[in-house]
């Protein structure tokens, strides 16, 4: 591996004194970095020293000594920011800064990621944009909006953005004469990289309460280094001699062995030996219990190894149950899984409760064929399990002891490679393939002009960067430069459908139960290739017992349930599919107190038979109305609605045509007859609640929570257009003008979507 393929050539760009930028980032999923990273390769090109990071790891000081300032942001929960923007957006909406005009200095420019079928389209970026102009700074360039719900997503609107802004660099920001900028065929110098440690590297490494550990024989620290936590699962390729073996376990036994390598291999390794080694002549005689059918699932042939991540503020969850609770020929595979975490329910009440919904994110890990596949295809044989040091860490990275892994841990635990690959990477791997053919493909995609190309390539198909690197065999990424090219794995957030009384544990005081219904996504794309997410397949074949990495976060949004008062709210809650995950853990929690205001559920299903989930459940729930909504079953015609259409043909006929032609219809008449239009064919939850607009219009009347949860498009839209209507309807407002500002008032309603 001594041939770096042009990554060692890569040199510091020149920087010109006093050019800075700082691309400051808040996200949730990783968007709003992805373009950050982007920007601020584009600066460091335009010899501008750049930072990129999170807006709060910036201090409001660094803003000011930085020429210009980009801010990209996405918007979370109801027009909020992010959650790694809040500490530095508390500092800046300080009331003492108030006309002070500090931040005269500052030039920025800002770019904003949303979707506009929310409510508060990209207020985070509005917000944030507007503070700094109240603060006096002035902006550099005019700001962008990106929005999910067109063509290409957030491209659409950000790639010009971009190629605006790059020549308005150019332009405000001229480099002197003797300077270029750097083109895009020249390599930039990597920010992190994993350096792998020679036999004498491990023995000067500094570790800890190793120091002064005996000296190890030529042979010992041959086997050290070779060997390292993730050695076991080598063995599919390179099966340890018995004499190997034999050698580290009698130092292992030895009390002065360097206690940090001690630690990188622990006895779980030995029990859960992939199934697939099984093939192995050896391992019937090492580890019989492997041949057990319960361990075995023919979908999988290795699971993840154990090992749980440092993660800040994560803790152990145990998997107590994992039900498929669509049936086996539906579509889609849903389960309803409840871990157990070690955390008592005082202590939980103490932190969690007050935080109104939770969510409970679970961070999966890559399976050992998928990561033993990528070390072939890359050629990394010879070192994926030679221990490695982390040169300067990506943010959200998180390794066990002291930076030191090796390369297949950081693929099975840390690197997301089956991810759908960004623009960023493949620029990225232009460099690391000698085919010239492959360079001008690769470089093709990522062209101005062929958006629509690298669309239908990468996101269309869904297709990993696994199997993009197999269609670019040339493609061979040196092992030091993995950690700044691939994207890190970050936990996937699931909705809490559990609360109240039902998260304490009936058989351990110190345990909390959490429960959550994930549908696991499995599908096949136009490339007719079957797909599987992340997280998905890891939750799919997760076996009861496995203790996994998981953080408990409050969800977005207004603490719905805070007090008894809240619980006497009426609500109106509208799901569709999983969102009906929040909502039960809603009515749960209302539930919990003595008196708890009457709710109405609209639930959007497919089939009464397949996903409406919880159907048993729902006339538990005192005070709690449910009207489902089944796509796909048979429709029984409604009378309300034919009744109505028989005795006012004309008027229907009229309105539809007026609808079809002109205006939307505004009035009570108008949306009345329309209502069998609405409704023909169909059943939506918004049909639904058209349907029952005079129950809806009375609660709504009662300053009650409302709440959309589940899948994003059309449905926010179209489930606000029947409130409205409702609102008409029912007479609580004249017309769908006076209903939309009624609507907008925090007086009348506190008003909750969360839709992905
Ligand atoms: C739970 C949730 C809440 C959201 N709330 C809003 C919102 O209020 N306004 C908006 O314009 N976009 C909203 N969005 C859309 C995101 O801003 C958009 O998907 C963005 O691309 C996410 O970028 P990120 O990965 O950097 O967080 C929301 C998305 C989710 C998943």
Redesign the pocket.
């Known amino acids: 591996m001594g041939e770096l393929d042009g990554f060692e050539r890569a040199t510091q760009p020149a920087v010109v004194e006093a050019r800075t930028m700082a691309v400051l980032?808040?996200?949730?999923?990783?968007?709003?970095?992805e373009i950050a990273v982007e920007l601020g390769k584009m600066a460091e090109r335009l010899h501008f020293k750049t930072t990129v990071d999170e807006m709060d790891s910036f201090k409001l000081a660094d803003v000011l000594n930085t020429s210009l300032v980009i801010f990209v942001?996405?918007?979370?929960?109801?027009?909020?920011m992010?959650k790694n923007t809040l500490k530095f957006w508390k500092n800046l909406r300080r009331e003492k800064l108030n006309n002070t005009n500090c931040l005269q200095v500052v030039r920025f420019a800002s770019f904003g990621?949303?979707?506009?079928s929310?409510?508060?389209?990209?207020?985070?970026a509005r917000k944030l944009r507007a503070r700094l102009l109240q603060l006096g700074a002035s902006e550099f360039f005019r700001p962008g909006e990106?929005d999910?719900r067109h063509d290409n997503g957030?491209d659409s609107i950000y790639l010009p953005w971009y190629q605006e802004f790059r020549e308005s660099l150019i332009a405000n920001y001229p480099l002197p004469e003797s300077l270029w900028p750097i083109p895009d065929d020249v390599q930039l110098p990597p920010k992190y990289f994993l350096q792998l440690l020679s036999t004498m590297d491990i023995d000067t490494e500094p570790c800890g309460d190793a120091a002064g550990g005996p000296s190890l024989t030529e042979e010992d620290r041959k086997i050290m280094a070779s060997r390292t936590k993730s050695a076991a699962r080598s063995h599919l390729i390179h099966p340890p001699s018995a004499i190997e073996q034999g050698k580290e376990d009698w130092a292992r036994l030895d009390p002065e062995f360097p206690a940090h390598i001690a630690r990188q291999d622990t006895a779980w390794e030995r029990e859960n030996r992939p199934v697939d080694s099984l093939d192995k002549d050896n391992v019937l005689r090492d580890h019989p219990e492997n041949y057990l059918l319960s361990r075995m699932d023919p979908g999988v042939r290795a699971f993840p190894p154990p090992g749980i991540l440092p993660i800040p503020g994560s803790f152990i969850g145990k998997l107590v149950r994992s039900n498929r609770v669509t049936p086996e020929d539906h579509w889609q595979d849903v389960r309803h899984l409840t871990f157990r975490l070690m955390l008592s329910r005082k202590d939980f009440d103490t932190a969690l409760k007050s935080a109104g919904n939770l969510t409970l994110t679970i961070y999966p890990k890559n399976y050992p064929d998928d990561v033993q596949e990528l070390i072939r295809l890359m050629g990394w044989d010879e070192v994926a399990d030679t221990l490695s040091k982390i040169i300067a860490k990506p943010r959200g990275l998180y390794v066990e002891s002291h930076g030191l892994t090796t390369l297949r841990d950081l693929l099975t635990h840390n690197l997301d490679f089956t991810a759908v690959p960004k623009r960023n990477f493949i620029k990225e791997l232009v460099f690391f393939t000698k085919d010239e053919r492959e360079k001008e493909r690769l470089f093709e995609f990522t062209m101005p002009g062929n958006e629509q190309e690298f669309y239908d390539y990468t996101c269309r198909p869904r297709r990993t960067i696994l199997e993009l690197l197999k269609d670019f065999p040339g493609v061979k990424i040196p092992v030091q430069a993995v950690l700044d090219l691939f994207p890190i794995i970050r936990g996937r957030e699931f909705s809490v459908c559990n609360a109240g009384m039902s998260i304490g544990d009936a058989d351990d005081d110190n345990c909390i139960r959490i429960e959550i219904l994930a549908a696991l996504v499995e599908y096949k794309t136009i490339i007719r290739k079957p797909r599987q997410g992340l997280c998905s397949r890891y939750l799919k074949h997760l076996p009861i017992g496995t203790d996994l990495c998981v953080a408990l976060k409050p969800a977005?949004g207004p603490h719905l349930v805070a007090n008894h008062m809240g619980a006497k709210r009426p609500m109106v809650a509208i799901a569709t599919g999983t969102g009906i995950a929040p909502i039960r853990a809603i009515i749960q929690e209302r539930t919990s107190y003595a008196e708890h205001g009457d709710t109405l559920l609209f639930f959007g299903c497919r089939n009464r038979d397949a996903d409406f989930h919880f159907e048993s459940e729902w006339k538990e729930y005192p005070n709690v109305k449910v009207y489902p909504a089944f796509s796909r079953d048979n429709i029984t015609p409604d009378p309300t609605t034919t009744a109505h259409a028989n005795t006012s043909t004309t008027t229907t006929t009229a309105a539809a045509a007026a609808a079809a032609s002109g205006p939307p219809p505004r009035t009570h008449t108008d949306i009345l007859a329309l209502l069998p239009e609405y409704d023909a064919g169909k059943n939506y939850v918004q049909h639904m609640i058209r349907k029952h607009a005079q129950e809806v219009g009375a609660l709504m009347s009662r300053n009650p929570v409302v709440c959309v949860c589940g899948n994003?498009g059309r449905m926010p839209t179209s489930v606000r257009a029947a409130l409205l209507d409702a609102l008409v309807i029912s007479g609580v407002v004249a017309d769908v003008e006076a209903a939309e500002t009624w609507f907008r008032n925090p007086d009348h309603l506190t008003f909750w979507?969360?839709?992905?």
Request: proline share 3%; net charge negative; aromatic share 14%.
């Open positions: 980032y808040g996200t949730e999923t990783g968007n709003a970095e942001t996405s918007t979370t929960g109801q027009g909020d992010p990621l949303g979707d506009s929310y409510l508060k389209f990209n207020w985070a990106g999910e957030i977005s994003a979507q969360e839709t992905w």
